[in-house]
């Protein structure tokens, strides 16, 4: 079946350790994107690939980077993780067309994030 | 920036009941999705909606696009308990590109 596949489902650091979370598609979807969400509030986007272009949220802090190398793989790294940025990271996709259905995103499982 | 206003944030019901929310906003959008958040996973997209007016079911799930544009709601009949989770509104629209703009959520909880 076509998914959206994050590893690690939960991944522990310490404080100031970086990190990378990994995000892969079978969907081939042009578009992919990386959320974060913490306890049940809605998920905030932090940027997202249109293809290779890269498009950061005025308010997503240094500290996140992100890389596509190719169509199917995207991964969020964190620089130095503070206590704050524990959290619930989504990845998700969708086709980027053009066409209604271009506004349909496909989540991820998530990758939980402790920092210690 | 756009904003949209869901409602309630949280619900708590009989199993068997029937359950309303919506989501308001002060802009137009093109499209909207009613997306549901169990536990430790990550939104599923329940109902896409295309067209103002349009109204769309999916099993007992029944969502409706707004004539104005600005606003839709997801109905859900005969509760049951496997529908415990978060329901989210998001709307895209055509100076947001490729993002979505999602509603706070509403925690819907069903007592058997």
């Known amino acids: 079946d076509a998914m959206v596949i994050q590893n690690p489902r939960y991944q522990v650091t310490q404080f100031g350790k970086p990190v990378t979370l990994s995000c892969s598609q079978t969907?081939?979807?042009?578009?992919m994107y990386w959320y974060q969400q913490k306890s049940s509030q809605a998920p905030k986007l932090l940027f997202h690939y249109y293809d290779k272009d890269f498009n950061n949220e005025a308010d997503t802090p240094d500290n996140f980077q992100s890389r596509r190398p190719n169509t199917s793989f995207c991964f969020l790294d964190i620089r130095s993780p503070g206590l704050g940025d524990a959290a619930m990271y989504l990845c998700a996709t969708s086709r980027g067309s053009g066409s209604p259905s271009s506004y349909e995103q496909y989540f991820g499982p998530g990758t939980r994030l402790t920092v210690t | 920036g756009q904003q949209l206003n869901q409602s309630p944030q949280s619900m708590f019901i009989q199993e068997g009941e029937d359950v309303s929310m919506n989501c308001t906003s002060s802009s137009i959008f093109n499209t909207w999705l009613w997306y549901k958040q169990d536990p430790g996973e990550g939104p599923v997209l329940l109902i896409a909606?295309?067209?103002?007016?349009e109204l769309t079911s999916n099993g007992r799930l029944t969502a409706q696009f707004g004539i104005t544009r600005k606003d839709s709601f997801l109905n859900i009949s005969a509760s049951i308990p496997s529908d415990v989770g978060i329901y989210f509104c998001?709307?895209?629209?055509?100076?947001?590109?490729?993002?979505?703009?999602f509603g706070e959520g509403t925690q819907l909880t069903v007592n058997p």
């Open positions: 909606l295309y067209k103002a007016g």
């Open positions: 969907l081939n979807h042009n578009v």
């Open positions: 998001a709307g895209g629209g055509e100076t947001s590109g490729s993002r979505l703009t």
